[in-house]
């Protein structure tokens, strides 16, 4: 069976650029999470969804960071413009039935902006 | 104080050895908690689930104490697979419906031969 897919698995970019991060979860499943990771602060939620509907956007950085679930098997993460600070390893996860059980995490996309 | 903490390591130890980790937690309604791992430029993946009465499997055994807010991972026999970043991951009691896990930085581990 497939697990999380995610697209590209690595982005190269210039300041001011738009990067769209792409994520298939794992069919079935009912949460997805997209975090960040870098060495500084860890592991950082940005977004979940709940049957395709945003639940908690708290963690999302600012206006420049979008992310959509247009259905149960796709979802986006778009930063624009995007900043040299954006760089770190962007995880998708997914998990089936709730937030407290086993997520399952994507191979993660590496984004360098320069 | 963090909301969840542990020491960062590196833990250097050599084969065969018997390692523990602790990670601390900040607030004492959490309902429930995890441990993952996630090797060097891979993702985290669950190593195992925390339980009251504690956990074990295989090698590894987990506990938790909530009297201290703490829970650890006990790694019997380490072998040269076992090299990673251990992420204690807490899931608190929600406020509202809000819930979100909450992440450790991770400790690191370095088996040798």
């Known amino acids: 069976d497939a697990g999380v897919i995610q697209s590209p698995r690595h982005e190269v970019t210039e300041m001011g650029q738009e990067v769209t991060l792409r994520c298939k979860p794992i069919s079935g499943h009912d949460y997805l999470f997209w975090y960040r990771q870098t060495m500084m602060r860890g592991l950082e939620l940005l977004i979940y969804f709940n049957n395709n509907v945003p639940i908690d956007d708290s963690g999302m950085p600012e206006d420049r960071f979008s992310a959509k679930m247009p259905n149960a098997s796709f979802s986006t993460l778009k930063i624009q413009p995007s900043e040299p600070r954006d760089s770190a390893v962007y995880f998708c996860?997914?998990?089936?039935?709730?937030?407290?059980?086993?997520?399952?995490f994507g191979p993660g996309t590496r984004l360098l902006v320069l | 104080r963090k909301e969840v903490e542990q020491d960062p390591g590196p833990f250097n130890v050599p084969e065969g050895a018997t390692v523990a980790f602790n990670c601390t937690y900040s607030n004492s309604a959490s309902q429930s908690f995890f441990w993952y791992r996630q090797d060097c430029r891979k993702e985290p993946k669950l190593l195992m689930s925390?339980?009251?009465?504690?956990n074990e499997d295989g090698r590894f055994t987990a506990q938790l104490n909530r009297a201290s807010q703490y829970i650890s991972l006990l790694i019997r026999d380490s072998k040269l697979s076992d090299s990673a970043t251990y992420l204690c991951?807490?899931?608190?009691?929600?406020?509202?419906?809000?819930?979100?896990?909450?992440w450790g930085l991770g400790t690191s581990l370095a088996v040798n031969p």
């Open positions: 925390v339980y009251s009465s504690g």
């Open positions: 996860a997914s998990s089936l039935g709730g937030v407290g059980e086993t997520q399952y």
């Open positions: 991951v807490v899931n608190p009691r929600p406020a509202g419906n809000n819930r979100k896990l909450i």
